[in-house]
């Protein structure tokens, strides 16, 4: 059974066998909890550290302190949903520890040797132009999400980025479902004036027309007259 395929077994497992099976060191098992939370516990991380190398420190010690006190997890809440506590207090903590005296949050305190599973890459593949443009607007819509206020952003994260129901996202961030809405309400009206004044710029540069397809145009052209 090749590697690939025992991940896959251990994902499709019931949770507690995966926990136990994690808890008994089984590779499989720690890889399929890894790439099951990379991306969820990435972003929530980034979203309060605006960072991406601190977010990627914080994702692999949520990983080391979950692997090492999977004793304390009791199931109460599901694995992904402690996970993410984890990730979020110790995001915090890094906020608190370069800003003495500021409180980020009134998230709950969470009690609590693995290598983390790189994050995959975008293709750049297909349209030199096209792929320079996605990736202008996708940097215009992070900056904007950056620029949220702290608790608007990480229900945002939580909510649209992630997916997570209302209920879950009041669980994982302390508050009452009422407020989840309203944040997210809110958080949706700034993006869209965030971007909205920034993508004008980008936009003048859309639908481009040079590099390869211009060169390619052109040489069919050419090659029709006989040229």
Same mark, same amino acid.
Do not use: C
């Given at each position: 059974? %090749?590697?690939?395929?025992?991940?896959? %077994?251990?994902?499709?497992?019931?949770?507690?066998? &995966?926990?136990?099976?994690?808890?008994a060191r089984e590779e499989a098992a720690l890889r399929a909890i890894m790439q099951a939370n990379n991306r #969820?516990?990435?972003?929530?991380?980034?979203?309060?550290?605006?960072?991406?190398? +601190?977010?990627?420190?914080?994702?692999?010690?949520?990983?080391?302190r979950a692997f090492t006190h999977l004793d304390g997890f009791r199931g109460e809440s599901g694995l992904s949903?402690?996970?993410?506590?984890?990730?979020?207090? +110790?995001?915090?903590?890094?906020? #608190?520890?370069?800003?003495?005296?500021?409180?980020?949050?009134?998230?709950?305190?969470?009690?609590?040797?693995?290598?983390?599973?790189?994050?995959?890459?975008?293709?750049?593949?297909?349209?030199?132009?096209?792929?320079?443009?996605?990736?202008?607007?996708?940097?215009?819509?992070?900056?904007?999400?950056? +620029? &949220?206020?702290?608790?608007?952003?990480?229900?945002?994260?939580?909510?649209?980025?992630?997916?997570?129901?209302?209920?879950?996202?009041?669980?994982?961030?302390?508050?009452?479902?009422?407020?989840?809405?309203? #944040?997210?309400? #809110?958080?949706?009206?700034?993006?869209?004036?965030?971007?909205?004044?920034?993508?004008g710029p980008v936009m003048l540069d859309a639908f481009p027309f040079a590099g390869r397809r211009c060169e390619?145009?052109?040489?069919?052209? &050419?090659?029709?007259?006989?040229?």
């Open positions: 059974m %090749t590697a690939t395929h025992r991940t896959a %077994t251990a994902a499709a497992a019931p949770e507690a066998d &995966l926990v136990r099976r994690a808890q #969820r516990l990435y972003r929530l991380a980034r979203g309060i550290l605006r960072n991406d190398s +601190e977010a990627e420190d914080v994702v692999q010690e949520t990983y080391v949903t402690w996970l993410s506590r984890i990730a979020i207090n +110790e995001a915090l903590g890094r906020v #608190r520890s370069r800003k003495p005296g500021t409180g980020s949050s009134t998230l709950p305190e969470t009690a609590l040797d693995a290598e983390i599973i790189p994050f995959p890459l975008s293709s750049a593949a297909g349209d030199p132009e096209r792929s320079m443009a996605q990736r202008e607007i996708q940097r215009v819509v992070e900056h904007a999400i950056d +620029e &949220l206020p702290e608790v608007f952003r990480m229900a945002f994260i939580a909510r649209v980025m992630e997916g997570m129901s209302v209920e879950e996202t009041a669980a994982l961030l302390g508050i009452k479902p009422e407020t989840v809405k309203t #944040r997210l309400h #809110r958080a949706r009206a700034m993006l869209r004036e965030n971007v909205e004044k920034k993508i390619h145009l052109t040489e069919a052209v &050419l090659k029709r007259l006989g040229m």
